[in-house]
């Protein structure tokens, strides 16, 4: 553990050797492709799919109305409170549809071709109803309605301490709306599925993070039981939260072979994806934070309303309250209060995005900061200081209940503002803004923190999560010495083979090459929690470390047996248990061999190590660090330019720094595309407007600099890894980096804020408007 290890997975990947669901092929194997509403909101008067039966190649072909006896509806795990309005999802529409690509009839034939060719046959017959776009508007009472019961789904406040008295006669109140636009999780590999049956059995593959918590929700829906589904995840080319979903192709798929008895597959066109895959993020963030005059603190007003889109998924309504308990971020102050109104709206539901809640926390309460920093004429860093938790104060129980285990917030921001070279360029900017240079130099800010490893199952229990946040690992010592680990856990990119084979290899004191890890496949790994929310190593991880621990056990009775001592007398290091004081050893794997013959096993002793173990926190954990950004704008065509970006994460203990530094690149890239490149819109009547790539604009690696990374080490508390997760860290950290420098470069023009993404157009017509 700790050393750069090239991961096991790239090999295979790189050369065109792994499995992707799309590659899979079954006898007799069928292609289903789907007609989609080209309607935000109509009611459906007539599906005649008769036209499209009767072509070439086509085997069968249905209308929701065909289904709805047997489709459900596609599930919400998490209602998120009492009065929840939770309206029936259908995977195909029957009789409204309230989204443009929602489902409204499908054609199975024996090419994909071919079925998709079917579709032009059908004829669907459309009564239009209002679309409903603007969440302020939807919340009016003359709005038109997206559901019978009106278009709130959920309103939800929490109040920690007397947020009147905190600002009450407060010398600063900042006041302050941002956007976060609507964003498309864009994955390399789009989504794809296949499913088969034996006529009494069923298996489904499908290019999802989730594959236990899909085989439950299926067994709900379809009725199918739950022993006869297998839910296979192959090699799944990357996810970011738009493939932890129960979605309705695979519980069409899963129907349409259940009812053909043959192998049905489908896989999305890229456009298809823009249209169907969950979007992220859209939410409208009022802000009010009151403060001393010297900068300090006092209270955090935040009243959000959240785009749920056309229905509830399977996280959307939770997913704006994951940040309920970030937005005092690393702060300290009297009084905080969190408000947020779920709205429906007739387009793509929303569900989780890289960060999950947490992205969009960090940016308000960082954004604020900056904007406290301007109104009291203090320096961006400097009134973050008067401001957050000190090293010496932890664990901290912060104003929102959780309880911060560790963290140093000064070590990491003092090493980032060394490698920015942070006074040099404040004097550069200085230096531009007095010689009225027109690129202007702006540098950003960002001091995060987050809550990573969707657990402790008590408290997802208390916010009514429809599940728990344990985690399980299986270890198999066998008979040749080789160690085979079965990880609940479902990787797609983030190198578990790797990292796992490196907790086992020092645990158990064999060989890294000697450790295959299994995983994505409900009859191999049997029981998980799957991977999402930065979780898998500092709950996966410590299940499979657990289970190590467990292995060494059973294997200290056998060795005590074998070397005639007691198991007190037997120390254990570098893969051998040695009698103190002796040459006498045995190592694991010699022992692993001798359960295998079992010819002289001491009573009471089972012929195997194999040994298992779940893991179920009592505290999240808490990464931290301080993102850095100068940018350059053009001032007469408002162009940004990233030039330098630094980045130091606290992320706990590290199992492998190649991997983490690769986690950071990524989700630091992400982040700077909220800020300045994506943006999913629509116009007035519902049609999303950005449904290719030529279309949704995304960064590409000359659209980036290069980063500065560098890590201090506090280790977390809440599991003995001691490790704090970083899948989501850079995205967390880098959007209000990119846009706090943004706005500084403009701030002389008296520019307060600019929406995302900040375009060059937006940037300036920001100066335009200031400038007329």
Not at 343 to 363: I, L
Not at 667 to 692: P, S, V
Request: with cysteine; proline share 6%.
């Amino acid at each position: 553990m700790g050393q750069p290890r090239r991961r096991k997975e790239d090999a295979k990947l790189l050369t065109g050797r792994t499995q992707w669901t799309d590659n899979l092929s079954r006898p007799g194997m069928l292609h289903v492709t789907f007609l989609r509403s080209p309607m935000a909101h109509a009611r459906i008067t007539g599906v005649d799919v008769s036209g499209a039966r009767g072509l070439p190649g086509v085997v069968a072909a249905f209308s929701g109305q065909d289904l709805a006896a047997e489709q459900g509806s596609l599930p919400c795990a998490w209602p998120v409170t009492e009065d929840i309005v939770i309206p029936d999802h259908p995977p195909m529409a029957v009789s409204e549809v309230r989204y443009v690509g929602e489902a409204v009839a499908c054609v199975i034939a024996v090419d994909r071709y071919r079925a998709a060719d079917a579709l032009e046959a059908i004829e669907v017959d459309y009564e239009p109803l209002p679309a409903v776009v603007d969440m302020t508007q939807a919340l009016s009472a003359d709005s038109p309605k997206v559901h019978e019961t009106g278009n709130k789904a959920y309103e939800m406040t929490a109040d920690f301490g007397d947020i009147e008295a905190a600002f009450r006669d407060a010398p600063v109140v900042v006041d302050r709306t941002f956007v976060q636009q609507r964003l498309i999780p864009t994955a390399m590999e789009p989504r794809a599925i296949l499913a088969d049956t034996d006529g009494e059995s069923f298996t489904l593959w499908s290019s999802t993070q989730i594959p236990h918590v899909l085989r439950v929700m299926l067994a709900v829906v379809t009725g199918i039981p739950e022993h006869k589904l297998r839910v296979i995840a192959p090699d799944v080319g990357g996810g970011f939260g738009s493939k932890l979903q129960v979605t309705a192709e695979e519980v069409l798929c899963l129907l349409l072979a259940r009812k053909l008895g043959r192998p049905v597959k489908w896989t999305e066109s890229r456009s298809e994806g823009n249209l169907t895959v969950h979007h992220g993020r859209d939410q409208i963030q009022h802000v009010r934070l009151a403060a001393e005059a010297d900068g300090r603190i006092r209270g955090l007003q935040v009243s959000l309303l959240a785009d749920m889109g056309a229905y509830l998924m399977l996280l959307t309504p939770g997913i704006p309250l994951l940040g309920a308990s970030m937005c005092n971020a690393i702060y300290k102050m009297d009084a905080y209060q969190f408000n947020c109104t779920g709205v429906f709206t007739t387009k793509m539901p929303t569900d989780a995005y890289r960060g999950a809640g947490r992205p969009e926390a960090t940016f308000l309460i960082e954004r604020m900061m900056d904007e406290l920093a301007a109104s009291v004429n203090v320096d961006p860093i400097e009134v973050r200081r008067r401001n957050w938790i000190r090293h010496e104060e932890f664990p901290y129980a912060t104003i929102s209940g959780l309880t911060y285990d560790s963290g140093n917030y000064e070590a990491a921001t003092d090493r980032a503002l060394s490698l920015f070279g942070y006074d040099k360029l404040r004097a550069e900017q200085a230096d531009r803004r007095d010689r009225g240079d027109p690129v202007q130099l702006g540098i950003g800010v960002s001091t995060y923190t987050e809550m990573c490893g969707l657990a402790p199952s008590r408290w997802l229990a208390d916010a009514n999560f429809g599940a728990g946040g344990w985690e399980h690992g299986s270890v198999r010592m066998l008979p040749t010495g080789k160690v085979e680990v079965i990880t609940g856990t479902s990787p797609h990119g983030q190198g578990h083979v790797t990292s796992w084979s490196q907790i086992v290899a020092d645990a158990l004191g064999v060989p890294f090459e000697d450790v295959t890890v299994l995983h994505g496949d409900t009859a191999i790994a049997h029981k998980g929690m799957d991977t999402y929310g930065s979780r898998s190593l500092v709950i996966g991880g410590v299940a499979v470390l657990k289970a190590c621990e467990k292995v060494k056990e059973k294997a200290r009775k056998l060795a005590a047996y074998v070397l005639e001592c007691s198991p007190d007398d037997l120390e254990f290091e570098a893969g051998a248990f040695k009698v103190r004081g002796t040459d006498s050893s045995k190592t694991i794997q010699e022992l692993a061999y001798a359960t295998f013959t079992a010819h002289d096993l001491p009573e009471g002793v089972e012929p195997n190590l194999d040994s298992d173990a779940t893991f179920d926190p009592d505290n999240y954990s808490f990464p931290h660090g301080t993102h850095l950004c100068a940018v350059e704008v053009d001032t007469e065509t408002g162009m940004v330019k990233l030039r330098s970006y630094v980045a130091v994460d606290d992320i706990g203990k590290v199992v492998n720094p190649l991997i983490v530094e690769g986690q950071v690149h990524g989700g630091i890239a992400q982040g700077i595309a909220q800020a300045l490149f994506e943006e999913a819109t629509y116009d007035a009547e519902g049609n999303l407007l950005t449904t290719t790539m030529a279309d949704y604009l995304l960064p590409s690696a000359a659209d980036l600099p290069m980063f500065t990374l560098d890590r201090t080490e506090t280790p977390a508390t809440s599991n003995p890894l001691g490790a704090k997760g970083v899948g989501e860290a850079g995205t967390i950290a880098s959007t209000p980096a990119v846009v706090n420098a943004v706005v500084d470069a403009l701030r002389p023009y008296g520019i307060e804020d600019v929406r995302m993404p900040c375009t060059p157009e937006r940037v300036w017509r920001a100066l335009e408007g200031v400038r007329r």
